[in-house]
């Protein structure tokens, strides 16, 4: 059972463009909510990541939206550039304020090529 | 501080070989966790510690074994290795009640 559901698995946007990746998840315990960047050859990296109490979080170019009725979150990528082509995968872990955040549960990535 | 180091980078075994994936991290994180890239299908939990002398099974933790001896250490065995379990493997670690977990540069694997 694929408790997080990712999509698209690949997407080609042009520099200054947006890119938008989506995310879905069944179980309503996940409380936690990262993406993660990966370039070739690297192991991933948190990029940004959200709680399910607020609606919106941004950093810099990077904004994670949320709708915890839809369970569904997403990774927007303003003015995208070609550096920021990569893998980039969203994930979910539960427990959080109860010490079980050692697992987290991956979705199966989409990978993102931004053209110059 | 080098972070998440795991060795060897690349391995190639025969069928039927066993071998040791090496993780150490210098960061004192407590938590330590495997897991397995495959194309298509996102990072899988194989095995996860949550403190020396602690261990338990992932996602797909079958033909793997792990334990934790240090803070520091968490190797990987494969005990017979099969066509199946080539993939590019990552150790990841974090702090007991934070969030962020750093991953090595993982380790790709071929049997053949």
């Known amino acids: 059972q694929q408790q997080v559901k990712q999509s698209p698995q690949s997407l080609i946007v042009q520099k200054g463009g947006i890119s938008i990746i989506n995310c879905a998840y069944e179980n309503t315990a996940f409380d936690y909510f990262p993406w993660y960047q990966q370039f070739p050859g690297k192991g991933p990296a948190l990029l940004i990541a959200?709680?399910?109490?607020?609606s919106e979080k941004k950093e810099g170019r990077f904004t994670i939206s949320f709708n915890k009725s839809a369970k569904q979150f997403s990774l927007h990528i303003m003015d995208s550039q070609p550096g920021d082509s990569a893998t980039y995968f969203c994930a979910a872990s539960m427990g959080l304020s109860g010490g079980s955040n050692y697992k987290l549960t991956f979705g199966k990535g989409t990978l993102l090529t931004v053209n110059p | 501080n080098a972070g998440v180091t795991q060795t060897p980078k690349f391995q190639v075994l025969k069928t039927g070989q066993s071998m040791t994936l090496q993780c150490a991290q210098d960061m004192n994180h407590e938590y330590m966790s495997w897991y397995r890239q495959d194309p298509g299908m996102g990072l899988r939990l194989i095995h996860y510690s949550v403190g020396a002398g602690i261990t338990d099974q992932g996602e797909v933790p079958n033909g793997y074994n792990v334990s934790r001896s240090t803070t520091e250490d968490f190797p990987l065995r494969l005990l017979s290795a099969a066509p199946s379990q080539t993939s590019v493997y990552f150790c990841?670690?974090?702090?007991?009640?934070?969030?962020?977990?750093?991953f090595g540069q993982g380790t790709r694997l071929t049997v053949v």
């Open positions: 959200i709680r399910p109490d607020v």
């Open positions: 990841a670690s974090r702090f007991r009640g934070k969030t962020e977990a750093f």
